[in-house]
């Protein structure tokens, strides 16, 4: 069973920065495609940063310029660097991964780690 753990979330004032992480455990994390997403309250979860097993990224636009995605594989950890942010940032954040393991298809996400930005 996969499983994620975030950390890192925390109260920051507008334009301050904070970088939030997932350990992964019970998957091959080296090949799988790793994912942000947030939500924010009374809003629908949405997308964040996506980053490939092979290191591509891309980014939601309203975070585009501001948010870097990366991955170390040697310590099963994606990495979501959170700089300028803005009130409107506030939401918990997510982690999860999906794909084919040895017992089928699978959709994992983590608990969440609460992000808010002060005005």
């Known amino acids: 069973q996969v499983q994620l753990v975030e950390s890192g979330g925390g109260l920051v004032q507008a334009g301050g920065s904070l970088r939030l992480s997932c350990a992964a455990s019970?998957?091959?994390?080296?090949?799988?495609?790793m994912g942000w997403y947030r939500q924010a309250p009374g809003k629908q979860r949405e997308f964040v940063a996506r980053?490939?097993?092979?290191?591509?990224?891309n980014y939601a636009d309203s975070v585009k310029g501001r948010f870097t995605i990366s991955r170390d594989n040697a310590k099963n950890t994606v990495y979501l660097q959170m700089n300028s942010l803005k009130p409107e940032d506030t939401a918990v954040y997510y982690c999860?991964?999906?794909?084919?393991?040895?017992?089928?298809?699978?959709?994992?996400w983590g608990q969440g780690t609460q992000v808010t930005v002060s005005s």
């Open positions: 999860n991964t999906n794909g084919y393991g040895v017992r089928g298809y699978f959709n994992s």
């Open positions: 019970g998957t091959i994390f080296s090949s799988r495609a």
């Open positions: 980053i490939t097993s092979g290191g591509d990224t």
